[in-house]
């Protein structure tokens, strides 16, 4: 592959999305029409996947292994489930500058870089996007901001254009996409020179607090500028608007690298940082964002590129957050650090329709309820709050039939090799903190 046909990256990451909010993933329509028509257009002219992952239930650290392509556990930062605002100023919890990353590895390699939208991985003076292999950054660098007056859930103003405070106004789901829509006219026209580039889009839809662009009034509550996680507020309607609002973006998004010329030629990406939240439909997984059952960890994932990738495909093909960024570096011809072998693994005969399956184990643990699991094929070892579970995820996606007592050898077996893994990453460290922004006394809890 010559330098001049290297893909160009559109890897877009929703938050918090459920499993089933998208029409292609069973989603139901909602009272205004089809929810997320251009993504659904995306899974019937590419690659849809009912068997990808997101690295962890909990933001920061998927952020940490899309980043890297390496098991988050392997750095402090994503040991904080999430990391939270209160940590502004901390020299340790964040992305290292040093690490190799995803851009990093692919400006190295001679790509253009951009991050439009979330960060979540640390704050400046020490940590940030501008730090990690992106050339322009913007966006929020918290977990949640307001979508109208951009403040996090300490009240603190938090959208920035590199490391300088940005002014912008709007509806942050509208800003993240029209931002995008110039940079990737910008750096396509760059691209026609022999330059590809990376955009990574992450945005905080459909993220709490429950503002569509039409509910500026919500912001200015004040109940919302008490507490953004607006729990006395919210449906399901507003919250399907707000994918549809992200749905439309992504569709601008696309129209602009076909009217650049350069579709063809560019693997867009779309995910979930992790499973869904309060108003998700994840039918017919069980649980959401902080659990390691299948709702909070199984989410969409589809893959776009006329030039590789045959239409209307669909894979059930096991994978994590970090094995599209392994991909993504194998594709642009980038070459991981030796320091810092890559964990994720290569996807493209996937892609290219070469091979149905790679054999692919999966790991998860979670400081929160002490969670840990691993899937390897059909099977799936969990365990929650001290209580051990064995479940054949082919039959039973919903996790009701626990084949534990039944099964003890196969239990046993896929206990050791969770534990041979976890055995090879550095435990989780005794001031590492859960932060949960409501529980029972809020609302019932699954």
Request: hydrophobic fraction near 40%; aromatic fraction near 10%; include cysteine.
């Amino acid at each position: 592959m010559t330098p001049a046909r290297r893909p160009n990256f559109v890897f877009i990451v929703a938050d918090d999305l459920g499993h089933a909010d998208l029409g292609c993933y069973g989603g139901r329509p909602a009272g205004f029409g089809a929810v997320s028509p251009n993504i659904d257009a995306l899974a019937a002219r590419g690659l849809r996947f009912t068997q990808g992952y997101a690295n962890s239930p909990v933001c920061s650290p998927t952020r940490f292994a899309l980043m890297t392509a390496r098991w988050q556990y392997r750095l402090r930062g994503a040991a904080e489930e999430p990391i939270s605002i209160r940590t502004r100023g901390s020299a340790t919890l964040g992305l290292p500058p040093a690490h190799p990353t995803l851009p990093s590895l692919l400006r190295d390699a001679g790509y253009r870089t951009a991050l439009v939208g979330k960060w979540h991985l640390g704050y400046p003076p020490h940590f940030g996007p501008l730090r990690s292999g992106y050339d322009e950054f913007f966006g929020p660098m918290s977990g949640g901001v307001d979508y109208f007056t951009h403040a996090a859930t300490n009240g603190e103003h938090d959208l920035w254009e590199g490391e300088a405070e940005s002014a912008g106004q709007g509806y942050l789901t509208d800003l993240i996409s029209e931002r995008t829509v110039e940079v990737v006219r910008r750096l396509a026209a760059r691209s026609a020179g022999g330059a590809p580039f990376f955009v990574s889009v992450h945005y905080t839809a459909p993220h709490w607090p429950w503002e569509t662009r039409d509910d500026r009034e919500v912001a200015r509550s004040s109940e919302v500028s008490r507490n953004i996680f607006h729990l006395g507020g919210g449906n399901i309607e507003t919250y399907r608007r707000m994918i549809h609002h992200m749905d439309e973006g992504i569709g601008a998004i696309v129209a602009a690298l076909a009217e650049a010329g350069v579709l063809d030629d560019t693997l867009v990406v779309f995910t979930s940082d992790n499973g869904g939240e309060r108003f998700s439909d994840n039918w017919p997984l069980v649980g959401g964002k902080m659990d390691l059952t299948e709702g909070g960890i199984r989410v969409p994932w589809v893959a776009h590129w006329p030039r590789v990738i045959a239409p209307g495909r669909v894979s059930a093909q096991h994978c994590l957050t970090m094995d599209f960024s392994a991909t993504m570096i194998a594709a642009g011809g980038a070459v991981p650090d030796a320091a810092c072998p890559l964990d994720g693994i290569d996807l493209m005969p996937v892609l290219r329709g070469e091979v149905e399956r790679i054999a692919r184990p999966m790991f998860w643990r979670m400081n929160h309820r002490g969670q840990r699991a691993h899937r390897d094929g059909r099977w799936k070892y969990l365990r929650v709050d001290g209580h051990e579970y064995l479940f054949d995820i082919d039959a039973d996606e919903r996790e009701r039939a626990n084949r534990a007592p039944y099964e003890p050898g196969r239990l046993n077996a896929m206990r050791a090799a969770y534990e041979a893994w976890e055995a090879s990453m550095p435990p989780v460290p005794a001031d590492a903190t859960v932060s949960l922004g409501y529980g029972a006394k809020d609302m019932p809890q699954r």
